[in-house]
């Protein structure tokens, strides 16, 4: 951002923010249909298969209930998995012009 002769800051161009935004919208999608896509497993597996009958015996496996592993902890395992994964390779820094520090640097301030 630099600051004009009015002594108002002028905004970054257009298409620098518009790839920003592109790219944070993407970002947000993902994140929202990925939690959607967990929640409904989570949700929807534990409402079919957590409540047993009367007197039933409980399957388990590794000694955990069997709705408790295929319900939460592998779905949890790959939400962190996808997690890391997002964060190391699929999200992007975008250039958003100058930091406060940039601009004291011009200013002569620092």
């Known amino acids: 951002m ?7 800051i002028e905004e970054p161009p257009v298409e620098d923010l518009a790839a920003s935004f592109r790219q944070s919208r993407k970002e ?3 994140m929202v249909m990925t939690w959607v896509a967990f929640a409904a497993w989570t949700l929807g597996f534990n409402f079919l298969f957590a409540k ?3 007197g039933e015996a409980v399957e388990v496996v590794f ?4 709705w408790v592993v295929f319900g939460i902890a592998i779905p949890w ?5 996808l997690t890391i994964w997002f ?3 699929y ?3 975008t250039d958003l012009g ?5 601009y004291a640097n011009e200013k002569g301030e620092a």
Not at 63 to 66: A, F, R, S
């Open 2 to 8: 630099e600051e004009s002769q009015e002594g108002s």
């Open 28 to 30: 947000f999608w993902f």
């Open 52 to 54: 047993g009958e009367e």
């Open 63 to 66: 000694g955990i209930p069997k």
């Open 77 to 81: 395992m790959i939400a962190l998995g």
């Open 87 to 89: 964060a190391m390779f």
């Open 91 to 93: 999200m992007k820094d």
């Open 98 to 102: 100058h930091t406060d520090e940039e």
